[in-house]
């Protein structure tokens, strides 16, 4: 099981397009416009972001934004045998929402389905057989047009998706944990608490056995945390950010600053607080270079060679809800065989709960925070 593409729902297809493609370096695949929306396909490696807007007040697009801020509405998954991932799924009580199609396209056959998930979170999942479209065909499109990619000088920033985060409600942590586990087949790998004097959040992730497709579901430990606004302002679950996984994340930073991407601040503080760890894998060069870009480093103490490099951007759309996480799981050292850092550094979430929370301190929703203590469980 493997992420085939995200659907965002949003207000303006086009421009939504547009800043993917001068903010992030993503390239345009396809327009369409039908009677449903305006759909726009952006690609970077093995990402495929679908942008869909809506073109009259009755469709489901119009719906879901009706009831949340732009965002990720569906989370697809393609899977090797459809039937049987279907009738396990029914099995353990998930609600299909689209029934099983099946279209023969040129040059193979693409089924699929889709599956109520949490909130109004959906998850399409899908087989193909052969070479197919990205998405099914619709019944005479208006407007379609398949883009070719032109040539261009701009590196290739992103390879694929690391993991996708979803936030539940307090006390939805564990039902949630037990229908991803039962229902797709996904098993918990690691845990954290995070605790300041005001606010807190608790969090599980993921991981597919198979594939190695990572969730990590956050749910509010305290009545002001930033998951309980996120809530609040998404109005209900739903997915807070995915991470874009990079083989260079000094180089592809650099990159997007020069494009004026807007990212996460990192005190001063943190790089000193860095120095200090004990079993520091990296060099002082290359922390000079993590201090200038703004850049998190972590690693676990048993594989200090792994380190784990992340930053973040700022909210993408007007709400402060959906970001997302610029990832490198490096190996640092001279063994023949380096290990890429694995799970989610400690220090890290962290730094980033103390970064989205001095957002809320700006915004008013939180006053200032102290003594912020992390607990970290494995699996």
């Not at 689209?98 to 279209?103: A, C, G, I």
């Not at 990205?134 to 390879?159: D, G, I, Y």
């Not at 845990?191 to 300041?196: K, S, V």
Request: glycine content about 6%.
């Amino acid at each position: 099981m493997n992420i085939d593409h995200i659907c965002f729902y949003v207000k303006d297809a086009i421009a939504t397009r547009d800043w993917f493609i001068q903010k992030l370096g993503f390239r345009l695949v396809e327009s369409s416009v039908s009677d449903s929306g305006t759909i726009e396909i952006v690609r970077a490696g093995t990402i495929y972001f679908v942008l869909c807007a809506a073109t009259n007040a009755c469709s489901p697009i119009a719906r879901f934004l009706q009831h949340h801020p732009p965002g990720v509405a569906d989370v697809a998954f393609q899977v090797k045998d459809i039937e049987t991932t279907i009738a396990h799924a029914v099995q353990q009580g998930a609600t299909i929402l689209q029934p099983l199609q099946t279209q023969v396209q040129a040059h193979g056959t693409l089924k699929w389905a889709t599956l109520a998930a949490w909130g109004d979170l959906t998850h399409t999942l899908l087989e193909r057989r052969g070479l197919t479209s990205l998405l099914p065909h619709t019944a005479t499109p208006a407007v379609s047009a398949c883009v070719v990619e032109p040539p261009t000088q701009s590196p290739k920033l992103f390879v694929g998706i690391d993991h996708v985060v979803l936030n539940v409600a307090a006390g939805e942590l564990e039902q949630a944990v037990n229908w991803y586990e039962q229902v797709l087949g996904f098993r918990p790998q690691q845990g954290f608490t995070i605790q300041t004097t005001y606010s807190a959040l608790c969090s599980r992730v993921m991981r597919h056995p198979l594939s190695g497709v990572q969730l990590p579901i956050n749910e509010p430990a305290s009545p002001n945390s930033q998951i309980q606004e996120f809530l609040e302002v998404n109005r209900g679950p739903g997915v807070q950010h995915i991470a874009l996984e990079t083989t260079d994340l000094i180089k592809a930073i650099a990159h997007l600053r020069q494009r004026q991407l807007s990212l996460i601040h990192v005190p001063p503080t943190y790089y000193a607080q860095l120095r200090q760890r004990v079993g520091l894998p990296l060099t002082e060069t290359l922390l000079q270079q993590l201090e200038q870009q703004q850049i998190l480093a972590d690693w676990q103490p048993e594989r200090q060679q792994a380190v784990l490099l992340q930053t973040f951007t700022q909210p993408i759309f007007a709400e402060p809800t959906f970001f997302f996480e610029l990832i490198q799981r490096q190996a640092v050292g001279m063994s023949d065989r380096p290990e890429r850092a694995q799970g989610f550094g400690e220090g890290n979430f962290r730094a980033l709960f103390e970064a989205i929370e001095r957002e809320q301190i700006k915004r008013g929703s939180l006053h200032p925070l102290s003594n912020v203590e992390t607990s970290v469980e494995s699996y």
